[in-house]
């Protein structure tokens, strides 16, 4: 699987080698609040889910989830994917970064190129993304993807109703 880059970020394909990114990334108040809690509580179950979660759909569909790093000093600073999802139809593009890199446009950035890449590399034009009705800043950079809001889901094994976008 190929890594891509933007002006910014370089965009890695997740390896069990970030399994102490995923545990710290996943674990955070807002991750567990608005994504959901994994029930990662150390590194061998966050290796655990990158090769169980992970790494079957990268050898599946050729991508996946992706690191995000900035290039000027190599940080990974948060996470973006498009998924297969049990429950919907639509590939979804997700995306979740440490707190002090949210607000500075590089979520936008790398969702938008994980995008671009799905469409031009491998033919996937439509997509879809769900949130919490409660996290306005996921939506807004949803809508700013390009994705409208069609309804409300419940997706398996989760009671809570997400918005459903797409586009």
């Known amino acids: 699987m190929k890594t891509f880059e933007t002006e910014r970020l370089i965009l890695k394909p997740a390896a069990v080698q970030d399994a102490d990114f995923f545990l710290e990334l996943y674990n955070m108040p807002s991750f567990i609040k608005y994504i959901g809690d994994r029930n990662l509580r150390t590194k061998e179950d966050a290796e655990n889910y ?46 979740s970064f440490f707190e002090k890199y949210e607000g500075k446009g590089f979520a936008y950035e790398s969702a938008h190129k994980l995008k671009e890449v799905a469409a031009k590399e491998f033919g996937v034009n439509k997509i879809s993304a769900i949130t919490t009705k409660d996290n306005f800043s996921s939506q807004k950079l949803i809508e ?24």
């Open 50 to 95: 990158i090769t169980n979660r992970f790494l079957p759909q990268i050898e599946k569909l050729g991508f996946g989830n992706y690191v995000v790093i900035l290039k000027e000093d190599n940080t990974k600073i948060g996470a973006v994917g498009i998924f297969e999802r049990e429950g919907l139809d639509v590939l979804d593009i997700g995306f």
């Open 144 to 167: 700013k993807l390009g994705l409208k809001f069609q309804k409300m889901v419940t997706i398996p094994n989760d009671n809570e109703e997400l918005m459903y976008y797409e586009n």
